[in-house]
């Protein structure tokens, strides 16, 4: 896995945690342009980023890359059952 992959997790984050861009950018210390770009992959994600957000959530990285692993795994098993019915 790339550490840019883990991207759509973190925004999965932001999402279950229902903050809007501005709100997690400035949680982040980030912009929220700067944010929107890396969510849709036009940045990278940082190793600086990458510690605000287990700081943030309060989980270390190898959770934060398992938790990617789970949720590829449960959108491919939705994604199957859905292209089944």
Same mark, same amino acid.
């Given at each position: 896995? $790339? @550490? +840019?992959? &883990? ?5 999965? %984050? ?19 342009? $700067? @944010? +929107?770009? &890396? ?5 990278? %994600? ?20 398992? @938790? ?18």
């Amino acid at each position: 896995m $790339h @550490l +840019s992959d &883990i991207r759509h997790t973190f925004r999965m %984050i932001r999402l279950y945690n229902r903050f809007n861009l501005k709100e997690m950018s400035k949680k982040l210390g980030i912009s929220m342009a $700067h @944010l +929107s770009q &890396i969510e849709s992959g036009q940045k990278k %994600i940082t190793i600086d980023l990458f510690e605000r957000y287990e700081n943030l959530t309060g989980l270390p990285a190898d959770d934060l890359i398992n @938790l990617h692993g789970d949720l590829v795994k449960l959108f491919h098993q939705v994604n199957l059952r859905i292209m089944e019915d």
